[in-house]
């Protein structure tokens, strides 16, 4: 039996679910990258190289490595998912006139559970549909954030949360994490949350775990009411954490909590200095209670002596630099080892001098994403 089931940041990692960038990257235009959450169009065969750097680094260690996409083609082969898939990708038709509905319909009929499963992932064009093309190319777009595993699911303790993404370029990544946790063997001793059976967005990116605690960030991509019901949902099931809410500024750079805050070790943790000079702390009770203090104040309250290195060293333009660059976005392999974009110097160093095992990764291409090590990384399973 496939164990699954995380309580921090940091124990010994044993399992993760990752995802190896594919063609849905190459499917990225000018016309279609910031729809699809891109800044830039990263080069494949590069970023596949820095994504297997990444892999072997965890391999190495003796973590076992899972991908998404293997999954997904496991399950599709079940009648239900099979035909729930085709529905959901009708649901991301950009024409719905009924003959193109039709059509399309009946092209993705004729596909083989594989050519479907990926299909669902790389997009389709209107040409490879039979349809006359459209400048835009694709009547169903790819999805390329895919590789970034740990916004459309997250695990706390056995409980996988499906997440409901904020933007409807993303919707099918979480159908995938659904479809996998419902249907594959190994998560069939997990229990599920669909946070798509409420209105509120909520994304995996943050959620920290913190033994006892849940540090959730109310974000440009979550918002408190989605965190209201989690919590209710998580008590419902016997799952009792106490939560505290980071109410970050709602901006593109600071997208998720976890891109201006990870764990690095029992005791020690990376921000970014100015990001949490705007950040307001409340816990969840009854109803949100405002902190009244800074984090690194309150912290001391909760936690014998932490550490915090800061992004940059604090420094403004290195510090701006840097967390555009995930140098706050590490991943913990085991405590005080961790792994980080090589392309961060100042950060990396300030890590290495407090102690911290750093293991460095290529990222010209993977960062083009937004998204750094821990975006890329959903453990299943820590010690």
């Known amino acids: 039996m496939s164990m699954i089931k995380v309580s921090n940041e940091i124990n010994q990692l044993n399992h993760v679910l990752m995802h190896r960038p594919g063609l849905e990257i190459e499917q990225l235009t000018p016309s279609n990258l910031s729809r699809l959450l891109f800044e830039d169009m990263p080069f494949l065969s590069k970023a596949i190289e820095e994504h297997e750097t990444f892999v072997e680094v965890l391999k190495r260690v003796g973590v076992q490595v899972s991908d998404i996409k293997d999954l997904w083609l496991d399950v599709i082969i079940n009648k239900e998912v099979y035909e729930d898939s085709i529905q959901t990708l009708l649901r991301d038709l950009k024409v719905n006139t009924q003959d193109v509905l039709n059509h399309v319909k009946n092209y993705l009929l004729t596909l083989d559970h594989a050519k479907l499963g990926n299909t669902f992932i790389e997009g389709l064009r209107y040409d490879t549909a039979g349809l006359d093309i459209q400048e835009d190319v694709f009547v169903i777009d790819p999805i390329p954030n895919l590789f970034f595993q740990r916004d459309p699911m997250f695990m706390i303790e056995d409980v996988a949360v499906i997440s409901h993404m904020a933007s409807q370029a993303r919707y099918r990544e979480s159908f995938i994490s659904k479809m996998v946790v419902k249907y594959h063997d190994m998560f069939k001793h997990t229990r599920m949350i669909d946070m798509n059976e409420q209105e509120f967005i909520i994304e995996g990116g943050d959620v920290l775990l913190h033994d006892d605690m849940i540090w959730i960030g109310s974000s440009q991509r979550t918002q408190k009411e989605a965190i209201i019901y989690l919590n209710d949902a998580l008590k419902t099931i016997g799952v009792n954490k106490k939560i505290i809410i980071f109410d970050i500024p709602k901006t593109r750079a600071y997208m998720h909590l976890d891109t201006i805050l990870t764990v690095l070790d029992r005791d020690t943790y990376i921000l970014d200095p100015f990001a949490f000079k705007q950040v307001h702390l409340f816990e969840l ?45 590490t991943v913990a392999i085991q405590p005080g080892h961790v792994v980080c974009y090589d392309r961060n110097d100042m950060t990396n160093q300030l890590m290495m001098s407090a102690g911290v095992k750093v293991q460095l990764i290529p990222s010209s291409e993977l960062s083009r994403g937004r998204g750094g090590p821990h975006c890329m990384t959903m453990p299943l399973l820590r010690k």
């Open 285 to 329: 009770k009854e109803a949100l209670v405002p902190l009244n203090q800074p984090f690194e104040t309150w912290l001391q309250s909760v936690t014998a002596s932490p550490r915090f290195i800061h992004v940059g060293g604090g420094d403004a333009i290195y510090s701006a630099r840097e967390q555009w660059n995930d140098a706050a976005n």
